[in-house]
């Protein structure tokens, strides 16, 4: 399924049509490589990308490990939506890239000129999110396939793709298109308006250890970190957050003027961090929940509590994310578990830890590990 071009007359193919891989979730909890034909330039404005640093989100672990259903999906489906590519050709309209380019790749579709992407609501551009979410490697994201492919093509490309600074490696950058970028907004915003604020994060995977290493990047006086896991407890510790496991926290022992509730879909942990916040506070949560759950109103009421549930429009956050990365106040590489061969993600992925990277050779010749 393609979705139609908005950005003027389609170019035909410029590529003689070839065979690649795409690896697809069987929905039984494993993963299997299938053959597709490659992409090909469908517009001026497209640019095919070559992957070469992939990694999973959250959602994705918890789906290939059958702790969430998605309703009304279907099995099987191409994933990854997490990654940095290495642009391989781009459209004759296209600006601000070239072929050799190391780029990171936003998991969202969307065209930058509509007024959602103007008002930075990118994930529901009017060009290609009408009839749902366009993305990379989720079976609702409109037919774009996956970034655990041997080849992508990008629309919008001049927009969508943001060239690595030089100082920044892929592996670094790998998960600035989702959730890492999905930190940032979730924090930074709020400490800009209240600097040296005390942060705390209810963690059910990485999005929570990469938002307690950008609250300390940018200043948090406190940072907690909550997760029922002793090995990401440890690396937060590493990162400079004072932490605990779940039944430890007590949300009525401090106040904290910005909670993140990144939980994996814990009911128990955004209770706790909406009970938590101060008078005026700002609860951010980024957890699914596929079904109703009940929220503390009284107390979000009389605290006057603003509270926001939302998915990341990430691309408009990802200029700022690589910038802090080359700033090297971020430590991606203490958040990253596995550094696994490209070639091997079918098989290493479903038993690898919560953050593998699946990397392989850029034509620089650089390895990318």
Request: proline fraction near 8%.
């Amino acid at each position: 399924m393609t979705h139609p071009n908005q950005s003027g007359a389609v170019a035909g193919p410029r590529r003689k049509l070839r065979r690649m891989r795409v690896l697809y979730y069987n929905g039984a909890g494993g993963l299997e490589w299938r053959d597709e034909p490659e992409p090909v330039i469908r517009s001026r404005t497209d640019a095919l990308v070559r992957p070469i640093a992939v990694s999973t989100c959250d959602l994705d672990q918890r789906v290939i490990r059958g702790a969430v259903p998605l309703p009304g999906v279907d099995a099987p489906f191409a994933i990854g939506h997490e990654g940095v590519g290495e642009v391989v050709e781009v459209g004759d309209a296209v600006t601000g890239i070239a072929p050799g380019d190391l780029v990171a790749i936003p998991y969202h579709v969307s065209c930058g000129n509509c007024d959602r992407c103007r008002a930075d609501l990118p994930l529901y551009c009017r060009a290609t999110a009408a009839h749902g979410v366009a993305a990379y490697g989720i079976p609702f994201g409109g037919g774009y396939g996956g970034l655990f492919s041997d080849l992508v093509r990008v629309p919008f490309a001049s927009y969508a793709l943001l060239p690595l600074p030089p100082n920044v490696t892929a592996i670094q950058a790998v998960s600035v298109g989702d959730n890492l970028a999905d930190a940032w907004r979730s924090v930074v915003p709020h400490l800009r308006r209240d600097p040296g604020a005390d942060v705390l994060v209810m963690s059910g995977g990485t999005i929570g250890l990469y938002s307690a290493d950008v609250a300390r990047a940018c200043g948090a006086r406190v940072v907690h970190y909550v997760d029922p896991d002793p090995d990401r407890r440890r690396i937060a510790a590493e990162l400079g957050a004072s932490t605990s496991a779940p039944e430890e926290f007590e949300p009525s022992a401090h106040e904290y003027q910005i909670a993140l509730n990144h939980s994996s879909g814990s009911g128990r942990a955004l209770r706790n961090a909406i009970l938590a916040t101060a008078p005026g506070g700002y609860v951010e949560s980024s957890s699914f929940y596929f079904n109703d759950i009940e929220l503390p109103l009284p107390a979000m009421h009389m605290k006057g509590i603003h509270f926001s549930s939302a998915l990341s429009n990430a691309r408009s956050h990802m200029p700022e994310v690589l910038n802090l990365l080359s700033s090297g106040r971020l430590h991606p590489e203490l958040i990253i578990t596995d550094v696994i061969p490209f070639d091997s993600a079918d098989q290493a992925i479903p038993t690898a830890g919560y953050k593998p990277v699946c990397v392989r050779r850029s034509s620089s010749g650089i390895e990318e590990t």
